[in-house]
T-cell receptor, first 121, second 113 residues
Framework: AQKVTQAQTEISVVEKEDVTLDCVYE???????LFWYKQPPSGELVFLIR??????QNEISGRYSWNFQKSTSSFNFTITASQVVDSAVYFC??????????????????FGQGTILTVHP | DTAVSQTPKYLVTQMGNDKSIKCEQN?????MYWYKQDSKKFLKIMFS???????INETVPNRFSPKSPDKAHLNLHINSLELGDSAVYFC????????????FGPGTRLTVT
């Protein structure tokens, strides 16, 4: 089963529209972290936000906001008043804790399939 | 100054060849990673090193071998390249191996013909 599901493969909006990108995750851990990354057409991956499993407060950063709901295992991302520069692939990711054979604890990032957002002028 | 850099940015080579991709980070981070992004944009972890110790080694053909000469560098060597190895390879780094955000390099687009 997918650990991170981004059900929307592609979204197309017109500038100034609000858009919400959905992310649903699956884990048995009580401690985990969630992330969003942006991959613009230039190809680099840009970190947007990190959220731990104990902090369900919504976060707002400029036109970006994130809604974390443990009850529905969702971590949705909303862009308000979208702009052409928001056009990108957006990835949601889950980090769970593992311990390797040598006893080292680490977090492994599992990405969703990505949502391609196109904002038209 | 670029935080995480990779060279080369593009790599075109023929099947059967051996190639390397280099990665360097100047963030002072302890942990570095290699990811593969396929043609459908799916990103998957391949390897991770923490202070030069290999801590993640996913199910990857043993033609792929990472090497970390120091904690600021993580290289990826690929032997006997196959068509299916064509992808974008991203290097990343994080402050520690647990739950910290990862900062990615610009990617290396590998094309095997």
């Amino acid at each position: 089963a997918q650990k991170v599901t981004q059900a929307q493969t592609e979204i197309s909006v017109v500038e100034k529209e609000d858009v919400t990108l959905d992310c649903v995750y699956e884990t048995r851990d009580t401690t985990y972290y969630l992330f969003w990354y942006k991959q613009p057409p230039s190809g680099e991956l840009v970190f947007l936000i990190r959220r731990n499993s104990f902090d369900e407060q919504n976060e707002i950063s400029g036109r970006y906001s994130w809604n974390f709901q443990k009850s529905t295992s969702s971590f949705n991302f909303t862009i308000t008043a979208s702009q052409v520069v928001d056009s990108a692939v957006y990835f949601c990711a889950l980090s769970e804790a593992y311990t390797n054979a040598g006893g080292t604890s680490y977090g492994k990032l599992t990405f969703g399939q990505g949502t391609i957002l196109t904002v038209h002028p | 100054d670029t935080a995480v850099s990779q060279t080369p940015k593009y790599l075109v080579t023929q099947m059967g060849n051996d190639k390397s991709i280099k990665c360097e980070q100047n963030l002072g981070h302890d942990t570095m990673y290699w990811y593969k992004q396929d043609s459908k944009k799916f990103l998957k972890i391949m390897f991770s090193y923490n202070n030069k110790e290999l801590i993640i080694n996913e199910t990857v053909p043993n033609r792929f071998s990472p090497k970390s000469p120091d904690k600021a560098h993580l290289n990826l060597h690929i032997n006997s390249l196959e068509l299916g190895d064509s992808a974008v390879y991203f290097c990343a780094s994080s402050q520690s191996p647990t739950f910290r955000e990862q900062y990615f390099g610009p990617g290396t687009r590998l094309t095997v013909t």
